[in-house]
């Protein structure tokens, strides 16, 4: 393979220098490289976006953009999603109406709600569905997903 | 239980104790441990075949067949119903008998180097004639995929009760249908993947997997390897879903602790989407032929079934592949009444990728197949389909079934009403005409079934299993401090058994569910248990907790009696204090604990030190029911199926979190609904794999699950000391055949039926183009 490149990932506000070959995977240099777990594999062909993280403030498959593209742009991943032991209002509303069950694909989830909630805030429910579409959760069947988003969304709007 | 109702914490929807770590992704999965060394398998790319030559690059450290001849196969073992046991070798010997079948085994120091190294790896096979459907296997003269296996069947079942020949000629009219369920992929979204550690301190290996049965999977891995089994610690940390995919042995496990115990290191392997939708265990792939015969009120008098199950090229340890034949023929006559029963279940052998059991486990398939029945003969009669089924079901308890399954009190019409009370049938019958009218094709499908929950250990010996599964055992401790520990044998992922388990166990106890952690999935800090499966858990392992909450309770009332000066019997325990019932007088419970471990000699020596207990529960067995409807729409044009709406009223006795249950239902029924329209792992004439992404196998998206609404009933189970029974798999059992029924009512007006799933849109255009009614 060609030569490693040194490259600067910047996640959840700490720079990571982090050497890796030009073909490496975002979200392998993400969970390797920075050691960040919270960050999930399910598909590696960019359908089932349990590896959705923030690049730049949207929600992109981590599993079909190479580390090297990141370089320098800010990228959030779940661990940064909470202040502190403060969980975020997402995050919050998943628990309460159970929204998540073995947990693997919820990372996803949290990072392509929050990614679009920041950029349009009065989505309406109908694209809200669609959007949730972009993941595949197999446990929930997505009742109680749809349920702690619209809750979400309530209690962000009453902000 | 001491504690029931509102006042306690079973019947609360409080909140899970999984989810703070989980949703701050702080979760644990397998694939998240560093690792010395990284597997890629080599996998065949032929379905059937002679490997002539196998060979790699110099410098690539490639493991084949040859370098294991001290590893047994896996021989997973039934003594009944003429099962011919077969090995499957942990890499393929000299023959490759399905596409994906693990060949080599390479080991790099990254996953990608591992995966170049595999790419470099040839490998030489003498191609043959692939067996890819399950009765073009049957045919006389079919090549056999392992040549102890006579005509490929490796398991019959035929069962024909005393009074089903008289039942069968004096019958009304005999029905027909003949139902085919295809192949799927339980699909969990973490796929399987395994991580082995040699500790050169001890010897001993510790093997991190994604499993369902942590225990199982050592003491398989450790007598395929020759080892005791003290010298391996099997972990499942978090795992990411299982649905039964994760309850076989996958050879790659067995392989990565050989591995680790030669290189005396750590070796990963995590499975890829691709390796796991072609050799992953697949499911289902049935093909049943029923026959019921009615009287001329429409009750059923005589079922005669002829199962075909395609369990593909190997036999799964635990359970063998007879499972799926073997539980159609015992449970197919669902929940109807009837005497005569005739049926013949065959196992065969193909080349294609295993099968092992998914959620629903041949339930799915059989309540497709009794409720394509019961809805032909609504028709035949003119009839509601619920008006078929008010004739036809279960009402009498316990009900001794045709195959000798005791049925215990249960509320399969009840559900029915309920639901139905919930759906208003005349309404929808209205609409339905009215939009025929406009050329849209509304339809609404029932299905009512059973789900059996709880088996112990005499149902599965009636099978003929070698292992049966059916107890658990549960310790719970007590430290000094008052916190509790209770460790489990089950091996809960994502079903919330940690928290359902702490509400059972604070009632008894007195302690608030937060000071409970339930410890499960790793062999060297829980007791020998079987894991999570088969809608077991609650039952078993909860049984199991209130048993072992029982014996704390009464070694915790016993000190407190001692402390307070009253008699045990007075003592109540709650909200973190014993005290005497009737007085002011009263102790924390910690400091009971204190003093069990630190101050016995304020006993007389009539207290043991310490506290801790366990309990092992082994019940009957018992059946959760429900009753689900769908209503779809069907566009002639196109094929495609919209599900409008879907409505489950479930009865699964008590309720320990109402929120957990819903969570369990709406996921099983999401699964159901993508049985019915979506998901097939489809094969070509060679054996290869042609859906080997998400984006041709398709699991539902929130767009294609609809709102699903439930109801329950809560019919206090006399069959569990918890009340309670299984409901993990209803949803999947019940959901597919509502949708089926409901497309069948809505294309009704073309005069045809589609008795096949997934009823896909090509498959219901070609029933539509073969129609020749035009409404």
């Known amino acids: ?159 | 239980m001491s504690v029931a109702g509102p006042t306690g914490w079973v019947g609360r929807s409080i909140r899970r104790l999984e989810d703070p770590a989980l949703i701050a992704g702080r979760g644990r999965f397998t694939a998240d441990l560093p690792a010395m060394h990284r597997v890629r398998f080599v996998r065949s790319q032929h379905a059937a075949g002679r490997i002539a030559n196998i060979s790699a690059p110099d410098g690539v450290m490639v493991i084949t067949a040859a370098d294991l001849k001290d590893v047994k196969p896996i021989r997973p073992m039934l003594h009944k119903f003429d099962y011919v046991p077969i090995g499957q070798p942990v890499l393929a010997t000299d023959r490759v008998r399905f596409v994906g079948e693990a060949i080599a085994a390479v080991v790099a120091a990254s996953e990608a180097e591992a995966e170049d190294a595999a790419d470099a790896v040839e490998v030489d096979i003498t191609p043959a004639d692939a067996l890819i459907d399950a009765r073009a296997a049957l045919a006389d003269g079919a090549p056999l995929v392992h040549e102890e296996v006579r005509g490929n069947v490796i398991v019959k079942g035929a069962v024909e009760t005393p009074e089903f020949a008289a039942a069968r000629a004096g019958a009304d009219r005999l029905l027909r249908v003949d139902v085919r369920s295809r192949r799927q992929n339980a699909t969990p979204l973490e796929p399987r993947g395994g991580h082995a550690a040699f500790d050169p301190a001890s010897g001993r290996v510790t093997l991190t997997c994604s499993t369902q049965m942590p225990h199982l999977t050592r003491t398989a891995v450790a007598d395929l390897l020759g080892l005791p089994e003290a010298e391996l610690r099997v972990i499942a940390p978090d795992v990411g879903g299982g649905f039964g995919q994760k309850m076989s042995l996958p050879p790659e496990y067995v392989l990565l602790v050989w591995l680790a115990r030669r290189l005396q290191g750590s070796v990963a392997w995590s499975e890829d989407r691709r390796e796991n939708l072609i050799a992953a265990f697949h499911s289902r792939d049935q093909h049943i032929t029923l026959e019921g015969g009615f009287d001329r009120d429409g009750k059923l008098v005589s079922l005669s079934a002829d199962v075909t199950a395609n369990i593909g090229a190997y036999s799964c340890f635990p359970t063998t592949c007879a499972v799926e034949p073997l539980m159609a023929m015992a449970e197919m006559p669902g929940p109807y009444d009837v005497r005569g029963y005739r049926c013949t279940a065959r196992g065969v052998l193909t080349h294609t990728c295993p099968m092992a059991p998914y959620r629903g486990v041949s339930r799915p398939v059989i309540t497709f197949a009794i409720e394509r029945l019961m809805n032909r003969a609504a028709a035949s009669f003119g009839m509601e389909p619920s008006e078929l089924r008010r004739r036809n079901l279960i009402t009498r308890f316990p009900y001794k079934s045709a195959t000798d399954l005791t049925f215990d009190e249960a509320t399969y019409v009840e559900t029915m009403e309920l639901a139905l009370k919930h759906i208003d049938l005349a309404e929808f019958r209205a609409r339905q005409k009215a939009e025929r009218a406009r050329g849209r094709y509304l339809g609404i499908g029932l299905s009512t079934f059973s789900e059996r929950t709880g088996y112990g250990t005499p149902a599965f010996a009636q099978r003929g299993m070698e292992i049966t599964p059916g107890w658990e055992t549960v310790e719970i401790s007590m430290d000094p401090s008052g916190f509790v520990e209770a460790r489990i044998g089950a091996s809960p992922h994502g079903q919330g058994l940690r928290t359902t388990l702490a509400q059972i166990i604070a009632d008894e106890i007195g302690v608030e569910p937060r000071m409970i952690r339930v410890v499960h999935g790793d062999t060297d800090r829980t007791p020998y248990g079987f894991g999570t499966f088969a809608s077991r858990s609650l039952v078993i392992a909860g049984g199991a907790s209130l048993l072992a909450a029982r014996k704390v309770r009464a070694k915790l009332t016993k000190i407190a009696g001692y402390l307070l000066e009253a008699s045990a019997d007075d003592i109540v325990l709650e909200a973190g204090v014993a005290k005497v019932a009737g007085t002011d007088r009263s102790l924390p419970i910690e400091s009971l604990a204190r003093a069990a471990y630190h101050q016995l000699h304020r006993f007389n020596r009539e207290i043991a030190p310490g506290i801790a207990e366990s309990a092992t529960y082994d019940p009957p067995g018992t059946f959760s029911n429900a009753c689900h409807v769908a209503i779809v729409e069907v566009d002639p044009e196109t094929g495609r199926v919209t599900v409008e709406k879907f409505l489950a009223a479930e009865d699964a006795g008590r309720i320990i979190n109402p929120m957990i249950v819903d969570g369990q239902i709406h996921g099983g029924i999401a699964q159901g609904i993508a049985n019915a329209l979506l998901e097939e792992i489809v094969y070509d004439a060679t054996g290869n794999v042609l859906t080997s992404t998400l984006a041709d196998f398709l699991p539902p998206t929130a767009r294609e699950i609809p709102p699903i609404e439930l109801h329950h009933l809560e019919t206090m189970s006399e069959a569990t000391i918890t009340r309670a029974k299984g409901v993990g798999e209803g949803g999947t059992i019940g959901a597919p055949a509502a949708v089926i029924n409901a497309i069948n009512d809505a294309i009704a007006p073309f005069g045809v039926e589609i008795n096949e799933m997934p009823a896909t849109p090509q498959r219901i255009r070609a029933v539509l183009r073969a129609a020749e009614k035009r409404p």
């Open chain 1, 1 to 159: 393979m060609s030569g490693k490149r040194d490259i600067v990932l910047s996640v959840n506000g700490r720079d990571y220098k982090v050497q890796v070959e030009p073909r490496r995977t975002l979200v392998d240099a993400i969970r390797e490289d920075c050691g960040l777990t919270g960050t999930h594999i399910g598909c590696e062909h960019g359908v089932c976006g349990a590896c959705t993280v923030l690049v730049d403030g949207a929600p992109v498959r981590s599993c079909l953009m190479f580390a090297v593209q990141a370089d320098g742009k800010p990228i959030r991943t779940v661990e940064g999603l909470a202040a502190g032991d403060e969980l975020s209002v997402l995050q919050r509303a998943f628990m309460e109406h159970h929204g998540l069950q073995c947990g693997f694909c919820t990372p996803g989830f949290l990072m392509l709600i929050t990614g679009v909630l920041e950029r349009e805030p009065d989505i309406g429910d109908e694209e809200l569905i669609d959007v949730l579409a972009s993941n595949l959760c197999r446990c929930t069947g997505y009742q109680n997903i749809i349920k702690a988003v619209r809750a979400a969304v309530q209690e962000l709007r009453a902000k």
